[in-house]
């Protein structure tokens, strides 16, 4: 009894098969990571229209000039000396307080980042702060920053980098504060692994 097997025709036609469904899933995930990367924009984005909004609003920067967690109580500014800067912690809690609860100018998902935790407000004084070491030291001024040091994809970080910024780890206004991770403009981004500090600079 003879055997019959498959026809080229009908190899061809399952190979080509394959071939699209193995695409379609690459293509979805450069899909889902491009979204990540335009999320993380639109979040620094916010937050800095939050603060132009407020500082229009009150004449001065939310949570700047609190000596306590939280603006006086039924107002959204704070009495202390002003200088432009979120410089300790009882001014970097009150920034959230001022923009989300007293003023709803942002929301708590706004402040919540794609890496499951909550934007802190950091001030760095720049080169003499000893938190941080190597290339990616901060400069001077406030930051959106992780609690918790390097928890952020690194690829993410650098197409962010690359999409709105300098494209560089240790310059600009997104950094790999610890510098674990150093890209630079040539650095194909999805090769990448591991985790990194980010912080993306609001402030001034």
Known sequence: M??????????????????LILGMAFKGKDLIDGAKVKNLAAQH???????????EKYGSYPGDGCAAGQPLAGTAICPGARNGLIENGNEATAFWVALIDRTNILTSAERRSMFGQDWNI?????????????????VAGSWLDLPG?????PRLVCALD??????????GVIRD???????????????????????MRVLP
């Open 45 to 55: 984005n916010k937050v800095i229209a939050g603060i132009n909004i407020f500082y």
């Open 122 to 138: 950091w001030n760095s004084t720049g080169a003499g702060n000893p938190s941080f070491v190597g290339a990616g030291r901060p």
């Open 149 to 153: 040091g390097a928890q952020a994809d």
């Open 2 to 19: 003879r055997q019959r097997g498959f026809t080229l025709v009908e190899l061809a036609i399952v190979l080509v098969i394959i071939g």
């Open 162 to 171: 690359r999409q709105i910024d300098d494209g560089a780890s240790g310059s």
């Open 177 to 199: 504060a610890d510098s674990i991770t150093i890209y630079t403009p040539a650095t194909d981004c999805w090769s990448l692994t591991g985790q990194v500090n980010v912080v």
